[in-house]
């Protein structure tokens, strides 16, 4: 089993940056792929970006390319994501996943932990 728990959410400007990150427990991190979602209010819970176990593999969603950077550190088990060039449509709850197979994941039910959450809101 693993547990992640994301951190870093927060209120900031337009323009402005965020980092994310997602600490996870369990000896299964380092072959696991991971990713980040959000959702808005009302709407489906998306892909932001995912990696691949090595990381040698990364996936953004087009909304966010050139912006947000995805990365892992198997040392310490954390999966992080930085948001730059925040626009307010980027608000949304975002989730850290993992999936219990090595290779990216583009899709929320291919993920099988998931975090609790945290808020981003971009203000204008």
């Known amino acids: 089993q693993v547990q992640l728990v994301e951190s870093g959410g927060g209120l900031v400007q337009a323009g402005g940056s965020l980092r994310l990150s997602c600490a996870a427990s369990?000896?299964?991190?380092?072959?696991?792929?991971m990713g980040w979602f959000r959702q808005a209010p009302g709407k489906d819970r998306d892909i932001v970006a995912a990696?691949?176990?090595?990381?040698?593999?990364?996936y953004y969603a087009d909304s966010v390319k050139g912006r947000f950077t995805i990365s892992r550190d198997s040392a310490v088990n954390t999966v992080y994501l930085q948001m730059n060039s925040l626009k307010p449509e980027d608000t949304a709850i975002y989730y850290c996943?993992?999936?219990?197979?090595?290779?990216?994941?583009?899709?929320?039910?291919?993920?099988?932990?998931w975090g609790q959450g945290t808020q981003v809101t971009v203000s204008s």
């Open positions: 990696i691949n176990w090595s990381g040698t593999t990364i």
């Open positions: 996943a993992g999936r219990q197979l090595r290779q990216v994941g583009i899709s929320a039910n291919e993920y099988d932990y």
């Open positions: 369990g000896r299964t991190f380092s072959n696991s792929a």
